[in-house]
């Protein structure tokens, strides 16, 4: 549903699915809204746990037209969560089975179809297919140029190392290179190993954090550059 902030009040509805439809996609039911000021679009992610695994899809809608602008299905290490980058032009996910961070190149999306996987893994590929799910309760959201993503109780911080971009024939940037991130672990020793993490929430140069069976918030604060 789309609302006016102004009014409060309805103004269009958009991928409205039939919960016994003959696709199985269609009983998805989105988890994770996020708007995508960049393109103007709205992302629409849901999953669904069931004997053959974790499946999920990912949405991108044009509330103008009310049509999926790009579509990812998810069946190999289907995300626990995820977050779009409009600083970093990229979609990162946490796979529910590997627990390790991807990343998708936004501008690539349009060449995505059924048989191709757009995912890049920053962390170890071979855990993608161990069925552990090493992944589950993991968080991910971003701010700024740089990805947070907890695990756990501790939070990792992936940034990317800008290497110069690669460039096609035509002088255009090749969309298809790829990019490097390095990450970090955020904290002190001596704050590792804390309750597991259930929500991340940012504002200003402040990261808000709350934990399993805690009653209270944490605030981290850093730099004018970042937390």
Known sequence: MVYDLNTLNPVTEIGHNEIF??????????????????YGLVMASGSHSGLSGVSGNIRFWDIRSGNVVFELKEKIDCFSDICVSDNLNAVFKVGVNSGEV????????????DNSNPWICLGDKRKVINGKKEGFGCKIENHGNQVFCSKGGDIELWSE???????????????STK?????????????????????????GNKMFVTRKDQQVIEIWQGSARGI
Not at 30 to 37: D, I, Q
Not at 102 to 113: A, Q
Not at 179 to 203: E, P, Q
């Open 179 to 203: 990019r490097d991130f390095k990450k970090n672990m955020m904290g002190r020793v001596k704050d590792m190993g804390g309750s597991r993490i259930t929500n991340l929430a940012f504002g």
């Open 161 to 175: 190392v800008v290497m110069g971009s690669a460039k096609t024939s035509n002088g255009s940037e090749d969309q």
């Open 21 to 38: 439809g003959a696709d199985i996609d269609s009983a998805i039911p989105a988890t994770k809204l996020r708007w995508v000021s960049r």
């Open 102 to 113: 991807f990343y998708t190149d936004f501008r690539s999306l349009s060449s995505v179809n």
